[in-house]
DNA sequence: TTGTAGGCGTTATCAA
DNA sequence: TTGATAACGCCTACAA
């Protein structure tokens, strides 16, 4: 292996020189810059990162907690972090973690075992953050989840209204003429997102004068195809004349779907299905899935500036909301009242 | 923050006495083992891994390179082995790669940077690992590819056939009537993938006696919804009398079919489609779809057991071929001749 | 079974 | 503008 020693003896300047070449510092003669650059060139030298972030005690690295394997907004999200940050010296550490996993408790194991600069948590539950959010002492963003309730000065949040969010939704079904709407979410015990979400659907039925009766309406199915075709069978069962359901997500309305046709019901002649995300998989499935869309682009762009604008500039911490929009699919019949 | 040396002073033991236990060794007394695990729970303190890989000069971690951000199989196969990964002492360093880059470059600076004990291809091009594998000297397994024509000692490869799987996806369609088939597949000029597959292709259409005019019949689409929308459009115009299609990943066929859709074509009763690799959300489409599974948990499990034999216990690289299934759906039409 | 000391590759401090 | 040297936190001979 090749060290900035071998360097130093092989260009004739010393370790230090050599290092600040490294370093892109100005107090360094054009003369030695270049023949330096030279030697390193010709031997393919690149610093060791361990040794470097030993030293500095950092890793020029962000972390990014994503609740949620199956979860496709939570992919496009990352995928369109991971685009930005390629252009930055940082690099990224994803940890996956289960939709109802304690993400403060490993967002700690992580600080601790990777130094990152700042942490991005891609869906978070707030009882998680009041119990223990103290220990994380490097900036971070809740992105997906609103943060502003919470007072802590490293942590910012950009959200989607998911309460306003889900009432649209349930808004459009009582719109279209629908009275029998069921809930296909998560649990909102343990998922603050699907909570306000919940919240949401309660403030719809309310306004339409509507009982809202979780116990019949609703129904348990985590952010997957599979865990949305089970869902939507005992929504089925339990609630049989239903005319319309609200899943959570996309792909549980997709799978959800799939549940309904595999009994020989049709959307959205016999259901109507609103998703929620708005992943690029509900504009291409058939038929076309009516969705509210998080601009996801939008709020990975918004998280990394104001993760950085904390990192770098030491900037207040900020709670923005990025709105959602209503795009509508092929997935919902009108019933004309007569 | 708190360092080995903190638990040494603070348990009465010295600094090495720590780190045995640490790194649990079995010649340190039952006795000073406890005390030490006590204050290291206390104080909660995990090493630092930056010190200890320097030391060490690695860092026990697996490198993957993923060819295709898009490319549904691939992520299933990603989350796969961070399922297996998780389990074990090391960790995984994710790149993501576009479809045509040179993925062996890529990993040679990875190799420098991270120091991996072994990298997982997925998805790979000979040319570029013929000219450049040799830089690359950990262990590896090229996965989705086979790699048995090249000879490294350090390269193995777990591949489904692809010449075979996509001869078979052809004969499907010749074998359900149709005979006016057009190919939707990637670059084949820079992916070798997209090259074998076509290979297969030709394969088929020479046994089924027909001519294979890949300017008329093939059209270059890349592994994502929007690529396939577009390709497809670009098919159906250049060969207006297509009956059937055979695109080479799910989400390029799902791509195809809504532009099919929105052209007013019906699938299958106008076109039918086939699809490659098998992943969910072909069975959750509507039409249900046709395709070729790839087994991503098989792929996925066999990397990594033949990357650890290779790692851990010194073995031979091995080259392995993963048997691929034809799975039916509801987007193929059979056509009677009469 | 335990402790001492040296070194891993880099950066930062200070002196030249 | 340069160079010597001391850290950074941990592991590992080697010695006790």
């Known amino acids: 292996m090749v060290t900035i020693k071998d360097i130093a003896r092989e260009s004739g300047y010393s370790v230090s020189t050599v290092s600040r070449v490294l370093n892109h510092r100005s107090d360094v003669s054009p003369d030695a810059k270049q023949k330096i650059e030279a030697v390193v060139t010709k031997f393919n030298f690149v610093p060791n990162n361990n040794a470097k972030h030993l030293k500095q005690n950092n890793s020029k690295s962000i972390g990014v907690m994503v609740k949620g394997i199956s979860n496709m907004l939570f992919a496009s999200i990352v995928e369109e972090i991971q685009r930005m940050i390629e252009k930055t010296e940082y690099t990224l550490v994803v940890s996956y973690l289960d939709e109802d996993a304690d993400e403060v408790e490993q967002a700690i194991l992580l600080c601790r075992e990777r130094k990152p600069l700042g942490l991005l948590f891609l869906g978070g539950n707030p009882d998680y953050f009041k119990k223990e959010f103290a220990g994380v002492d490097v900036p971070c963003v809740l992105v997906t989840n609103r943060a502003n309730q919470m007072e802590f000065r490293n942590l910012s949040s950009v959200a989607t209204d998911d309460v306003a969010a889900a009432r649209r939704a349930v808004d459009v079904l009582f719109d279209a003429g629908h009275e029998k709407i069921g809930i296909l979410g998560g649990d909102f015990t343990k998922s603050y997102t699907s909570y306000q979400r919940l919240r949401g659907c309660s403030d ?21 195809f599979d865990s949305g075709y089970r869902g939507m069978e005992r929504l089925v069962t339990k609630f049989p004349d239903i005319t319309a ?45 009516a969705t509210i869309k998080q601009q996801y682009q939008r709020l990975a762009s918004r998280s990394i500036e104001i993760l950085f604008g904390q990192i770098e500039l030491k900037k207040e911490p900020i709670h923005e909301i990025v709105p959602f929009e209503f795009v509508n699919g092929e997935s919902i019949r009108v019933i004309e009242h007569g």
């Not at 792909?251 to 959205?268: F, K, N």
């Open 204 to 224: 719809s039925f309310a306004a339409h004068g509507a009982v809202f009766d979780a116990d019949r309406c609703y129904e348990k199915a985590r952010f997957s």
């Open 245 to 289: 359901v609200f899943a959570m997500s996309d792909v549980t309305a997709i799978g959800a779907i799939r549940a309904l046709r595999d009994r020989g019901l049709r959307v959205p002649e016999d259901i109507s299905i609103i998703g929620f995300d708005g992943t690029t998989l509900a504009e291409y499935y058939n038929p076309k899935l």
